[in-house]
């Protein structure tokens, strides 16, 4: 059996529907995926480094 990887939108991508970021939570990692280019690269990060990393997205450095 095998799961299907769920994509999300970013809450900040606003209304413009091409300057989308989307991630997806899978097998314990996060990968994050350009919107417009869905069969494109992904990056993907431990869940430890996204945790790590979204205090400090959030702040606006």
């Known amino acids: 059996m ?3 990887v769920v994509w999300r939108k970013s ?3 606003g209304s413009d529907a091409d300057t989308c ?3 997806a939570v899978y097998l ?3 990968r ?3 919107s417009k280019d869905a069969t ?3 990056l ?3 869940s430890r480094a996204w945790a790590a990393f979204i205090p400090f997205a959030a702040s606006g450095a």
């Open 40 to 42: 494109g690269p992904q």
């Open 28 to 30: 314990g990692a996060v």
């Open 11 to 13: 809450s900040y991508s």
């Open 21 to 23: 970021v989307e991630i």
């Open 32 to 34: 994050v995926r350009d």
């Open 2 to 4: 095998s799961t299907a």
């Open 44 to 46: 993907t990060v431990s």
